[in-house]
């Protein structure tokens, strides 16, 4: 079993409707969350960084962790055809003890497709 | 500031050859982690450097391996290339520590013939 699922969809939607992707995850020692986005043939862009339970709003991203049932989703408000791309979770412990440094581990990827 | 930058952006290979990828990581950032990413197993931590040191190693062969220069550029080494080799390789940088915000580059395309 993989340590982050992500489930890979695609997903489809029309322009203007509210987008909800999600990670679970098995390590409880994961600490910090991450959301990029990956255009075709780019590299992976940081969109949403958050290390606490609860909700993180940045414009029409809004990121939520909820580490008691290790789950963690981002929403997209009013998205539009420039959001199509591959969205990826990535999650991190905290290195008290130097075990993880630079070790970012990812879900599979969802790729979305928002058409006018 | 500029971003990450990596060269070359595709290189093609033969089974057996070896390659050699370069990374520039944002100015001021001493940390530079390599990932590979292929269709069937998503985006996988390779290594960490920080200061010339490696600090973190994923689960790949021997055959992959790196090195940073005192400027904090990085340059990673695939020897006796494999077909499963055939994938995008990304660096990522960051300040310096490890919870710090990872910026990735628009990474190597390897394709192994």
């Known amino acids: 079993q993989k340590e982050v699922e992500q489930d890979p969809g695609p997903l489809s939607v029309p322009e203007g409707a509210i987008v909800s992707l999600n990670c679970t995850y098995s390590?409880?020692?994961?600490?910090?969350f991450m959301w990029y986005r990956q255009y075709s043939r780019k590299g992976p862009e940081l969109l949403m960084y958050t290390y606490s339970s609860g909700n993180k709003e940045d414009g029409r991203f809004t990121a939520q962790v909820d580490k008691s049932s290790k789950y963690i989703s981002l929403f997209i408000r009013d998205s539009q055809p420039s959001d199509s791309a591959t969205y990826l979770c990535a999650m991190t412990v905290s290195t008290a003890g130097g075990t993880s440094y630079g070790k970012l581990t990812f879900g599979q990827g969802t790729i979305l497709t928002v058409h006018p | 500031k500029a971003g990450v930058t990596q060269t070359p952006r595709y290189l093609i290979k033969t089974r057996g050859q070896q390659v050699t990828l370069s990374c520039s990581p944002i100015?001021?950032?001493?940390?530079v982690s390599w990932y590979q990413q292929t269709p069937g197993q998503g985006l996988q931590f390779l290594f960490e450097y920080f200061s010339e040191t490696q600090r973190n190693k994923g689960n790949f062969p021997g055959r992959f391996s790196g090195r940073q220069f005192s400027n904090s550029r990085s340059e990673m080494n695939v020897s006796t290339l494999e077909l499963g080799d055939s994938a995008l390789y990304l660096c990522?940088?960051?300040?310096?520590?490890?919870?710090?915000?990872?910026?990735f580059g628009p990474g190597t395309r390897l394709t192994v013939l």
């Open positions: 990522a940088s960051s300040l310096e520590a490890d919870t710090d915000t990872q910026y």
């Open positions: 100015s001021g950032h001493r940390s």
């Open positions: 390590n409880s020692a994961f600490q910090y």
